[in-house]
């Protein structure tokens, strides 16, 4: 779990991967990139929500970047398309929170 700037909340981001075939030597895994936003306590959903959530995934600019839309079925959960993701993300998030846009740096792996 990553602070947000300015004590504003936190957020989670995480992958999930799509089970791999079993027949192919060297899968090619497809998987989802994953947010949840928190308010300052950690632990209930960030109310208002963000919006304009997208992750840069590298630290170049060139580095593609990834849109993330809320999903209904989970409050305060943004997630991405599948896609060819790497199992470790460096990159950056940005979202607005309250109108203000955010950037936060990050690394998991």
Do not use: H, W
């Not at 779990?1 to 075939?21: H, Y």
């Not at 936003?37 to 990834?66: L, N």
């Amino acid at each position: 779990m990553f602070a947000l700037p300015d004590a504003r909340g936190f957020v989670e981001i995480k992958t999930d991967r799509e089970p791999a075939d079993r027949g192919v030597r060297k899968p090619a895994t497809q998987a989802r990139i994953m947010a949840y936003f928190y308010q300052p306590d950690g632990t209930s959903r960030m109310d208002p929500a963000p919006s304009e959530v997208r992750v840069k995934i590298g630290m170049q600019e060139k580095d593609s970047v990834v849109a993330l839309a809320p999903q209904a079925r989970e409050a305060g959960l943004y997630a991405s398309e599948s896609g060819p993701y790497p199992e470790g993300l460096r990159g950056e998030l940005e979202a607005k929170l309250n109108g203000d846009p955010v950037r936060l740096p990050f690394l998991f792996r």
